[in-house]
Every structure is written in C-alpha cells, then in structure tokens.
C-alpha cells in the first residue's frame, strides 16, 4: 500500500513539472507610483535685513538617488512631479527671529518665486517642517528641470533663498546665524509589467 | 483547452503560486508604500476579503470519516478562487504627503485598473495615486493532509512555507490544524446520509510582520456516496461560520504603518460534489458567503 501511494504521490509531481508551459498567466502593466523627498539647505549668517542665499541643486543626482532607492530604473519612469514643498530650521539661531521673503528657482527662463514666506518665525519651524503655499511660476520651472532629466538632460538648478525682512534687525553685535533647510516631495509614476496567475481565468 | 488539460494546467499554477508568492508580495509591498492610514487600507481591502474567503473555503469538503478504527491518509491539494465585484475594484482615497487642497478622489485598489490617477493642486503641484494590479480573481493553492481515523474522527493540517529571497519580504508560510467529526455514527444505520462537524484554524505570514492572517472555520456536513462502477459520487453541502483577522505593517515613504482589519465573521454555504477512484479523489465546490467562491480540489489517499 504505501508503495502504491508513494508511486501515486510521483507520478502526480511528474504530471505537474510536464504541464508546466500550459500555465495560465496572464501578463499586466501596472503604473506604479513611489514617492522622495529630496532637500537643499541653506546656511545663514548675515549683518543685515536683506540677503541672497545662493544654493545649487544637481536634479539627476536627487532623481537618481530617489529612483535608486526604490529600485526603479529610469527607463521606466512616465512622469515625476512636485507633491509639495517643505522649510524648517535645523540648526536654530541663539534666539528667535521673524523673516518675510521668497525662495527662487531658476533653470532655463530666470529666477521663478517657489515659496513665499511672510512673518514667518524660526521658532515655529525649528526641527518642524512646514507646507509651504507654492508659486505656479517657480513649480514649472522645477517640472522643467525634472522632464530635461527625463530627456536625458543633467540639469543644474540654483535655489536661492532672498530674504526681505527681519525682525529684530541684525547687527555686527546680533548677526542672524542658523541654517533651514527647503525640501521638494516629488512623485514618480513607473510603468511595470507582471504575470499574474489567473487560474481561473476563461 | 481540454478539462485535462485546464485541471492540469491549475494543478501546476497552484504550485506556481508558492514560488510566485513572494514576488507578488514585493509588488504590493512597493506600490502600497505610498499610502498610510485609511488609504492603505482602503488600498488593500479587497486582498484582506480574498485571503479570508479562500482560507475559509473548502476545509471540509465531506462528512464521511469511516467509524472503524483504521488508518486513513491523504494527501490533497485545494485550489480556492474568488471573481472580485466591481465594486472592489475602487475605493475614495485622500491626498497625501502635504498636498494642497486636501482632495478625495475615486482610485483603483490594489486589484482595480493599472493606471495612476493623477489630481492637480495649488501651484501646479500634484499627487499621483496608484494604479492597482488589474486582476479579475484572486487564487489561493493549499497543499493538506488528512489522517484518521478514531471513533469518528480525523485530522487535518495544511502547510507550506516558502523563502521568497526577498530580504525585505522574507518567507511566507500558512500552517493550520483541525479536527473533524462524524455525527452520523450516533444517529443509527439507516440515518440516510453522513453528518460531521469540524473546526479549522489557520495563519498566514508573510515576513516577520508584513502580514499576520488567522482565520477560524467552524461548521457542519452532510454528503451522501453512490458508487457507480470502478467510482463513487459523493455530492456534499456544508454551513459554516468564518472568522478572518489580517495585520499588515509596513515602511511606508515617511514613516511606519500598521493597519489592522477588524475580525470579519461571515456564515458559508456550500455546495459539492466529490469523484472518489482507487485512490484518486477529485472535488469541486461554490460556496456562497461574504464573498463567494469557488474551489477545485484532488488528492491521493487510501
């Protein structure tokens, strides 16, 4: 009996391993999306109210670290764009300060306004970050950026923090010290295919 | 495609699925990452629904168990699938990640259409949601053994384990044990056809905690035998009360999500028929509950 069985037991596995190619899978194509975050910071140390702060950004360094990450190959990339953008203070001044200004980008057509920050205290965003209100103009110069990445472009995109106002004023005495850092969350949409087995399938 | 050829063609993906399990784990697992909270949730529900109802389907699939004390043993495979409504096929999900205006928005899950929905936002931003895996069915393989038996009783356990290579995923398993008896050995010989009742629990992992699901069955049989030549038939009917939990946890792109589906009990009708020959058996089953299933099953035993 247990001969039999034993018999019965292989010859089933054998009829599997045979019938393999008639498998029923079934192959789909399936938009996947992952989402990064990638940050420029920008070190502060002024006498004065108004101030240029000058930071360069390697778009294909950013993209490809965030593609990397998620295991995705560029090729499959379909689209990438800006979700939102984010500021805090990371490395807080000796005490607070208020500041109105605008961070820019510019690519190809000029410095665009991204964010606009009014009366906005360092104490509110230290180690917070906060959803900034974006600008049309700055965004799509971003998105310009990320599709000359796309075409295979190595784009160099320069963020510049141009601060207006600050209260109390700095001085020699009481220069405003700290660093802050912008961050763009982006997604990317990634066409995949993959086999399904539908075995049920008509 | 002849029914041979079909039956062997599904004996052979049910196998598959083993081995294919882990790389579609990994899919989900990636494309999921991008939600938290309600929307993986919302995300995932219907794999939740499918893995319930094809744990929880054709456990028991006869009340026969001889009433001699003798040694029984086979060795079965089932193969449960399940046709998803439309209505699975989407859900309303929330922008996420700081995206301005909050949105909601009809989006696929995890098994509704491939493509990304994208939305537009304040200052030319946007948010991408995720397509699903566009699948019209969900198939689960279980490979079980059944021994008995002793005063009316018998056995069950199914298990099958696999490492999926996957470091982020890690093995998949499903173990479950149960017991089955017969009750029609106490209602006398000319009770016309064989009562049982048994109780199943079940689990399913996938990596340390990447899906934790337990599923309980308790319910009752009646199946009759007509030998026909070298065969036996053997249509059954069960009724039964299901109970399905399932954990999922996950790294999502910011932080860490544990999504926990609460305990689904659903009560399950079944309808059946079994082909015993020598020692080939082979069943087919519909069973009819929160969602509806059907199954195909064979084994070898004596």
């Known amino acids: 009996m247990r001969r039999k069985l034993t018999l019965a037991v292989a010859l089933l596995l054998v009829g599997l391993a045979l019938s393999g190619s008639d498998c029923i899978f079934e192959q789909k194509v399936v938009q996947l999306v992952v989402t990064g975050s990638t940050c420029v910071d920008f070190e502060e140390d002024h006498q004065t109210d ?12 950013e993209l490809d670290a965030i593609l990397s990450d998620n295991g995705i190959d560029k090729d499959q990339v379909i689209d990438a764009e800006i979700i939102s953008v984010t500021y805090e203070v990371i490395d807080p001044p000796a005490h607070d300060w208020t500041l109105s ?25 230290d180690g917070v970050p906060k959803y900034a209100d974006l600008n049309d103009a700055g965004v799509d110069e971003m998105h310009g950026a990320i599709d000359a990445y796309l075409a295979d472009m190595s784009p160099l995109v320069t963020f510049r923090v141009e601060n207006g106002d600050v209260d109390p004023d700095p001085s020699s005495v009481d220069p405003i010290q700290f660093t802050w850092r ?21 | 495609m002849s029914a041979r050829t079909r039956l062997l063609a599904i004996a052979t993906c049910a196998a598959a699925l083993c081995a294919f399990a882990g790389t579609a784990a990994a899919q989900v697992e990636d494309q999921v990452s991008v939600y938290t909270g309600e929307n993986a949730k ?14 929880t389907s054709a456990v028991w699939t006869t009340a026969y168990i001889p009433e001699e004390d003798a040694f029984h ?41 491939g493509d990304a929905i994208i939305v537009q936002g304040n200052g030319s931003s946007s948010f991408a949601f995720p397509g699903g895996f566009d699948v019209n069915s969900f198939t689960l393989a279980v490979p079980q053994l059944r021994i008995g038996s002793y005063k009316g009783t018998e056995a069950m356990i199914r298990y099958f384990a696999v490492n999926t290579g996957d470091v982020d995923i890690g093995d998949i398993s499903l173990y479950g044990f149960g017991v089955h008896h017969s009750i029609s050995q106490y209602m006398g010989p000319d009770f016309p056809m064989e009562l049982a009742a048994g109780v199943f629990y079940q689990k399913l992992q996938v990596g340390d905690d990447l899906m934790d699901a337990t599923a309980y069955s308790f319910g009752v049989q009646a199946s009759r035998r007509y030998p026909a030549g070298f065969a036996i038939f053997e249509p059954y009917g069960s009724l039964a009360v299901d109970m399905f939990s399932m954990d999922v946890a996950y790294e999502s792109d ?22 015993h020959a020598a020692f080939f058996h082979l069943n087919g089953e519909y069973s009819i509950s929160g969602q509806n299933t059907f199954a195909f099953g064979f084994g070898l035993g004596f």
Request: proline content about 4%; aromatic content about 12%.
């Open chain 1, 50 to 61: 108004n101030w240029t702060t000058p930071e360069t950004y390697d778009v294909a360094d």
């Open chain 1, 101 to 125: 200004g605008t961070i820019t980008v510019e690519y190809d057509s000029g410095p665009q306004t991204i964010v606009n920050y009014t009366n906005q205290t360092l104490s509110e965003i």
């Open chain 1, 182 to 202: 912008a961050c763009l969350k982006i997604y990317v949409v990634v066409e995949d295919e993959y086999d399904w087995p539908d075995v049920f399938r008509g």
């Open chain 2, 42 to 55: 919302g995300y995932l529900e219907p794999l939740s629904k499918a893995i319930g109802a094809d744990l």
């Open chain 2, 73 to 113: 043993l086979s060795f079965e495979t089932r193969v449960v699938g399940l046709i998803f409504g439309d209505d699975m096929r989407t859900f309303t999900a929330t922008t996420e990640g700081g995206f301005s205006p909050e949105t909601t928005e009809e989006v696929p899950t995890v098994i509704g259409d």
């Open chain 2, 254 to 275: 910011t932080e860490s999500v544990d999504i926990s589906y609460d305990t689904d009990t659903s009560v399950d009708f079944t309808v059946g028929l079994n082909l």
